[in-house]
């Protein structure tokens, strides 16, 4: 039931002509990167949109910042197989540019179904975009603040489902531009640990 609902959205991402980045997707003989993981996941982690490698393959977070959130897993005995892994934006906006308005309404509507099928009991928002996102999804706009006072702190919504902690933490990359926030991005992960 879970994968063919999933599978319905992987179909209709791929039709979507309407996305203002579809065209820029087909030129360049990209995949759209839907999600991967458990279907059953307890932890859900929601990036903001692909880079060329994911573009490349279709794959979430399979390059740079991709080895720095395996590390980030492995540092609490969690492995990709274990949480399902996806982004706001499901194709890759040029230049790796940060995603549009326009960009995150067009693709925002698959992401709430993913949450509806999967039914995280946790979702760690991974940057601003993402933490933003979720956030206002919940009705919690006035929490939203900078990531860099927000990371690490723990938000409690309720779904139809039951109630979700959602921990916001910062992107993976950051610690591509500075390997010392490699110890905050730790420090902060272990709190997913604390609610799985």
């Given at each position: ?12 991402v791929l039709e979507l002509k309407s996305s203002p980045l579809y065209n ?105 975009y993402s933490m933003k996102y979720i956030l206002k999804k919940f009705n ?57």
């Open positions: 039931m879970k994968s063919s609902e999933l599978k319905k959205i992987n179909t209709e820029y997707r087909v030129k360049n003989n990209y995949f759209p990167v839907i999600g991967e993981g458990s279907e059953n996941a307890v932890i859900m982690l929601i990036g903001e949109a692909p880079g060329r490698n994911e573009a490349k393959t279709g794959k979430p977070f399979c390059g740079a910042a991709g080895k720095i959130l395996d590390e980030l897993l492995a540092s609490i005995t969690l492995s990709r197989e274990d949480i399902y892994i996806t982004n706001i934006v499901k194709d890759r906006p040029p230049e790796n540019r940060d995603p549009s308005p326009e960009e995150i309404f067009a693709y925002g509507r698959f992401l709430d179904r993913q949450i509806d099928i999967i039914q995280p009991k946790i979702i760690a928002t991974l940057g601003r919690l706009d006035s929490k939203i603040e900078p990531v860099g006072k927000a990371h690490g702190k723990t938000y409690t919504v309720e779904a139809f489902y039951g109630p979700i902690k959602v921990v916001a933490l910062y992107h993976p990359c950051v610690a591509l531009y500075n390997r010392k926030q490699m110890d905050t991005l730790k420090k902060d992960f272990k709190t997913l640990k604390k609610y799985a």
